[in-house]
Nanobody
Framework: VQLQASGGGLVQAGGSLRLSCEIP????????MGWYRQAPGKQRELVAT???????NYADSVKGRFAISRDNAKNTVYLEMNDLTPEDTAVYYC?????????WGRGTQVTVSS
């Protein structure tokens, strides 16, 4: 199962980006979805999660700035990122999880300049 993530880029501090991740329709309705990020020299960390029942969870560092959402018609999960700071610079990954199964997308680079 291959997830397709997109939407990264270079943005100035204070700017916004929206990441998208298309999840195969065959599993979209049963998976929990999440966004992770990995900055250079750091471990991958959870950014936001949307459980299949709709509940969301965010890392403290992004609360109030980032929002995860889903479009069932497009089988896509989004990460809306606002008020970006250089500390948000990382490779962002989407993940779909169901039971013991985990599916990861290829990362998309987000670079925030000061």
């Amino acid at each position: 199962v291959q997830l397709q993530a997109s939407g990264g880029g270079l943005v100035q501090a204070g700017g916004s980006l929206r990441l998208s991740c298309e999840i195969p329709r065959s599993i979209f309705s049963v998976v929990d979805m999440g966004w992770y990020r990995q900055a250079p020299g750091k471990q991958r960390e959870l950014v936001a999660t949307m459980f299949r029942i709709g509940r969301t969870n965010y890392a403290d560092s992004v609360k109030g700035r980032f929002a995860i959402s889903r479009d069932n018609a497009k089988n896509t999960v989004y990460l809306e990122m606002n008020d970006l700071t250089p500390e948000d610079t990382a490779v962002y990954y989407c993940k779909a999880e169901y039971g013991h199964y985990e599916y990861w997308g290829r990362g998309t680079q987000v670079t925030v300049s000061s």
